[in-house]
């Protein structure tokens, strides 16, 4: 069965940096796009990043532009997060998603969907 697993989430004080990893498993996911969304508590879920299958297009929210980097390894079938200058406001659980078709949204018309990893921030 095909899946995304997310993985990386933890603590951290804010200005510090984590890297998020979605390994995909089940089949290949060169042929998907992926991305990633979170929900802070008591808020909606929001788009975050995607990147094309091919790798070579990627897309931010304005609230993560500049600190965020998202980037993949097709030999590894597997996305990352690079999350740097953390924010309190970045704290959220984080999802992983892969679909054929680009930019879908919400969250729950992808194909894949993962389960979340947590990220907090202190101040």
């Known amino acids: 069965q095909a899946q995304v697993l997310e993985s990386g989430g933890g603590l951290v004080q804010a200005g510090g940096s984590l890297r998020l990893s979605c390994a995909a498993s089940?089949?290949?996911?060169?042929?998907?796009?992926m991305g990633w969304f979170r929900q802070a508590p008591g808020k909606e879920r929001e788009f975050v990043a995607a990147?094309?299958?091919?790798?070579?297009?990627?897309l931010y929210a304005d609230s993560v532009k500049g600190r965020f980097t998202i980037s993949r390894d097709g030999t590894k079938n597997t996305m990352y997060l690079q999350m740097n200058s953390l924010k309190p406001e970045d704290t959220a659980v984080y999802f992983c998603?892969?679909?054929?078709?680009?930019?879908?949204?919400?969250?729950?018309?992808?194909?894949?969907r993962g389960q979340g990893t947590q990220v907090t921030v202190s101040s």
């Open positions: 998603v892969a679909d054929s078709r680009w930019l879908v949204r919400p969250m729950e018309g992808c194909d894949y």
């Open positions: 089940g089949r290949t996911f060169s042929t998907y796009n």
């Open positions: 990147i094309r299958r091919s790798g070579g297009n990627t």
